[in-house]
């Protein structure tokens, strides 16, 4: 398991790794597209990352909405 994603440039780094790997299996897909191959299993592949370069980009709102507000992003010292 990995760590959180704490701070924009965590989650900065993890969009663009995501990134990189979608164009790669992207790109996998349309080859075995086009050589008539079984898509099945790149076409699963692109959908899991797209997911989770959704959720990353849902994450970086948060944390840059914590942020803009002052807050850390814990809860800790924080008045209900």
Not at 17 to 27: C, G, S
Not at 32 to 41: F, H, I, S
Not at 43 to 53: A, C, D, G, I, P
């Amino acid at each position: 398991m990995t760590a959180p994603l704490g701070t924009l440039a965590e989650i900065d780094a993890a969009i663009a790794r995501a990134e990189a790997t979608l164009a790669d299996y992207r790109q996998d897909l349309a080859e075995r597209a086009a050589e008539g191959r079984d898509t099945a299993r790149p076409r699963e592949l692109v959908r899991l990352v797209e997911k989770r370069l959704a959720l990353l980009h849902e994450r970086r709102q948060i944390v840059e909405a914590t942020e803009g507000s002052g807050g850390s992003g814990s809860r800790e010292g924080r008045r209900p």
